[in-house]
């Protein structure tokens, strides 16, 4: 081994003791003997790949950054209605298939790489639209290359789960998931502050080219990042016809009970995902023309700010107990959604200022975090080395469905109005809640 290299992997594991707090780096849990050496590298590698998406979701956020983009540009109001559910159902449908292809390479971190060059690719062709289209067209261009986007992060997300599970031991997952939320929450905070003081940057055209082309470098970097990852190679066992599997693999849901308790719960999780437009529906409803939290700076800070100081606090006590922090974020987020609601029915004036608004969106945000770490460190953990992306891929897949039925709650909105959502909403977070508790932890079952 050449110094270079030789002090490249010191430096790997003197990060990885401090960061994942393991003194002598050699908890190997759950991962092949060969990939124990290498851990401490593959830890650091996925902690900057993660942060460097994981800021770049922020900057580009369906909920946030693209419906200001539409708006700004002139596209009609239903293009936004469109944004968050096929971001997130289009990145889970079709990893079922994407799986069974996946099973065939033994290594399987380049599915990641080129993922990531995918999300890379599609963002600068939004960005050249700016220059192209406006209104009508422009959303159509936007809503096309966020379905290339979309089916990009599919493929990310499968793979990461499994090289993850190859590379990184069990007790030390949701650190890694928590470390990289803090450090992207610190950035995307930075990101705020700036779009807060420069004036008359919100809603401007150098804004958009700065978070769209800026997001684009970040999934570049992040692509280089994954490629230096030291994968062992895994099972190659339980490929064949996408199709066919796919549909053998739903068959889990059933036989595998401890997963399909897992998978419902998961499903009633979406609760606090689908409360935050909700809630900021209530807050613009109320707030001034120079409310800061109407501003998408102002939103961007409060979801920084809840990813910085939450992230790392969800991911450790997720690698002791990840089904209690999925409990306590649907609490959480139940929490939030009824003292909006209280807010807006007997103090609604003040439900638009800042300490109220922006703490509302703060504590929505941080619940929504501890549901990601929670269910996410949970899959990677009960799975082993070969049915890893296959429960992934299945559990995803179900999720997406979901996802596009809650386009429903729109209907929902309309005809009974939005605290009919968020009271609907609190009964499924109080079901979540529950379920979670009732889960086996995953770490005493070794």
């Known amino acids: 081994m050449g110094s270079g290299a030789r002090n490249e992997q010191d430096l790997s594991e003197k990060l990885y003791g401090y960061l994942a707090e393991d003194e002598d780096a050699r908890v190997c849990k759950d991962i092949p003997e060969d990939a124990c050496n290498h851990q401490p590298r593959a830890f650091v590698f996925h902690l900057w790949a993660l942060t460097l998406t994981k800021l770049g979701d922020s900057l580009v956020s369906a909920r946030l950054v693209l419906p200001w983009l539409l708006t700004a540009t002139g596209a009609p109001a239903f293009f936004i209605s469109m944004l968050v559910p096929l971001r997130e159902s289009l990145s889970l449908l079709p990893q079922l298939f994407i799986a069974q292809r996946m099973r065939e390479r033994p290594v399987r971190k380049w599915f990641w790489v080129g993922g990531s060059i995918g999300q890379a690719v599609a963002l600068m062709?939004?960005?050249?639209?700016?220059?192209?289209?406006?209104?009508?067209?422009?959303?159509?261009?936007?809503?096309?290359?966020?379905?290339?986007?979309?089916?990009?992060?599919?493929?990310?997300?499968?793979?990461?789960?499994?090289?993850?599970?190859?590379?990184?031991?069990?007790?030390?997952?949701?650190?890694?998931?928590g470390l990289a939320?803090?450090?992207?929450?610190?950035?995307?905070?930075?990101?705020?502050?700036?779009?807060?003081?420069?004036?008359?940057?919100?809603?401007?055209?150098?804004?958009?080219?700065?978070?769209?082309?800026?997001?684009?470098?970040?999934?570049?970097?992040?692509?280089?990042?994954?490629?230096?990852?030291?994968?062992?190679?895994?099972?190659?066992?339980?490929?064949?016809?996408?199709?066919?599997?796919?549909?053998?693999?739903?068959?889990?849901?059933?036989?595998?009970?401890?997963?399909?308790?897992?998978?419902?719960?998961?499903?009633?999780?979406?609760?606090?995902?689908?409360?935050?437009?909700?809630?900021?529906?209530?807050?613009?409803?109320?707030?001034?023309?120079?409310?800061?939290?109407?501003?998408?700076?102002?939103?961007?800070?409060?979801?920084?700010?809840?990813?910085?100081?939450?992230?790392?606090?969800?991911?450790?006590?997720?690698?002791?107990?990840?089904?209690?922090?999925?409990?306590?974020?649907?609490?959480?987020?139940?929490?939030?959604?009824?003292?909006?609601?209280?807010?807006?029915?007997?103090?609604?004036?003040?439900?638009?200022?800042?300490?109220?608004?922006?703490?509302?969106?703060?504590?929505?945000?941080?619940?929504?975090?501890?549901?990601?770490?929670?269910?996410?460190?949970?899959?990677?953990?009960?799975?082993?080395?070969?049915?890893?992306?296959?429960l992934t891929a299945v559990s995803n897949t179900v999720i997406g469905v979901l996802l596009l039925l809650g386009m429903l709650l729109g209907a929902l909105d309309s005809w009974l109005g939005t605290h009919s959502v968020l009271w609907f909403l609190i009964i499924i977070g109080l079901i979540a809640g529950w379920r979670a508790l009732s889960l086996p932890n995953v770490i005493e079952q070794e």
């Open 125 to 177: 062709f939004m960005l050249v639209g700016l220059f192209m289209f406006e209104g009508t067209a422009f959303g159509w261009w936007v809503i096309g290359w966020l379905v290339v986007f979309s089916l990009s992060r599919g493929v990310c997300s499968v793979a990461i789960k499994d090289v993850t599970g190859k590379t990184v031991s069990k007790t030390r997952r949701g650190r890694l998931t």
């Open 181 to 390: 939320a803090s450090l992207a929450g610190l950035m995307t905070l930075l990101t705020a502050l700036i779009v807060i003081f420069a004036p008359d940057v919100e809603g401007s055209n150098l804004l958009f080219v700065a978070l769209l082309g800026g997001s684009a470098v970040l999934w570049i970097l992040a692509a280089i990042v994954y490629a230096f990852v030291p994968e062992v190679p895994g099972a190659t066992s339980g490929g064949g016809n996408a199709i066919t599997e796919a549909v053998k693999s739903l068959s889990l849901l059933w036989e595998n009970k401890q997963f399909g308790h897992f998978v419902a719960t998961r499903a009633l999780l979406v609760s606090s995902a689908f409360s935050i437009p909700y809630i900021v529906v209530l807050i613009q409803s109320q707030s001034s023309d120079n409310g800061i939290v109407t501003g998408l700076g102002g939103l961007l800070f409060a979801n920084g700010l809840a990813g910085l100081l939450a992230g790392r606090f969800w991911g450790k006590w997720s690698d002791s107990a990840s089904n209690h922090v999925m409990a306590a974020a649907a609490f959480l987020a139940v929490a939030v959604m009824f003292l909006a609601l209280m807010v807006d029915i007997f103090w609604q004036d003040y439900i638009a200022w800042l300490p109220v608004g922006g703490g509302l969106i703060f504590l929505a945000a941080v619940a929504h975090h501890g549901a990601r770490v929670g269910r996410k460190t949970y899959l990677v953990d009960m799975a082993n080395q070969d049915n890893r992306a296959q």
